[in-house]
């Protein structure tokens, strides 16, 4: 078990530009979630999946985001036209999804810390 | 919705002592799931402890135990023993208990433990 995993660890890029994250999550679970969170906040939900299947999206994620697992496993997340309130933290997490004993659990990855200058 | 408060933004503690960190919650829910998760300075996110609402005994894992009052709403998490390692930010989350739903997250309290 090598735990959820994420990349880039650091993405710097100019307002208006396109960026694009990888999660790949614990490889047994089959939920998904995106976080973000910003300085001094905690994190803050914006989309999750079960299996390849997008179950809910935050009011946060704006159509300039767009996010997807397409075979269930690994998930991406996309920023079109990049603005410089989406300098954040993006977080990954994984579960196990079912209804076993501790399946609601979520393990983080090491997020993708995100600057638009 | 659900709403987390942490209305401790940092605490600091000496090393070998006990800290409580407080956390208070409001949910229409009867039954749910409660987390305290550690953020340690550039590291990732690691849950330390949880707790089912439906449960009256408190959680405990080793250093770490809470104190679950459901009619206050209340979860605090108390840390005995402080080491140095556990210098962290600490976010309390609930989650309904439909199941594997997504995290609300308090602000977070930032802890110091000094030598």
């Known amino acids: 078990d090598t735990g959820v995993s994420q990349d880039p660890r650091h993405k710097i890029t100019k307002r208006g530009q396109n960026v694009t994250f990888r999660c790949d999550p614990i490889?047994?679970?089959?939920?998904l979630y995106w976080y973000r969170q910003t300085l001094g906040q905690g994190p803050e939900f914006l989309t999750y999946?079960?299996?390849?299947?997008?179950?809910?999206k935050s009011r946060l994620l704006s159509d300039r985001f767009s996010a997807e697992r397409p075979k269930g496993s690994f998930s991406t997340l996309e920023i079109q036209r990049t603005e410089q309130g989406d300098s954040a933290m993006y977080l990954c997490?994984?579960?196990?999804?079912?209804?076993?004993?501790?399946?609601?659990?979520?393990?983080f990855g090491p997020g993708t810390r995100l600057t638009v200058t | 919705a659900q709403t987390v408060t942490q209305s401790q933004p940092e605490m600091s503690v000496q090393e070998a002592e006990t800290v409580t960190l407080s956390c208070t919650y409001d949910?229409?829910?009867?039954?749910?799931?409660l987390f305290w998760y550690k953020q340690p300075p550039s590291r990732q996110m690691i849950l330390v402890i949880r707790?089912?609402?439906?449960?009256?005994q408190n959680a405990t894992e080793n250093r770490f135990s809470v104190n679950f009052q459901k009619a206050a709403k209340s979860f605090s998490l108390k840390i005995s023993d402080s080491q140095l390692g556990d210098t962290a930010m600490y976010f309390c989350?609930?989650?309904?208990?439909?199941?594997?739903?997504?995290?609300?997250f308090g602000k977070g309290t930032r802890l110091s433990v000094i030598a």
């Open positions: 997490a994984s579960s196990l999804g079912g209804a076993g004993s501790r399946s609601y659990e979520q393990y």
């Open positions: 707790q089912e609402a439906y449960k009256q």
């Open positions: 490889s047994e679970h089959n939920r």
């Open positions: 949910t229409s829910e009867s039954n749910y799931y």
């Open positions: 999946f079960q299996n390849e299947a997008q179950l809910e």
């Open positions: 989350a609930f989650m309904k208990q439909s199941g594997n739903t997504p995290l609300v």
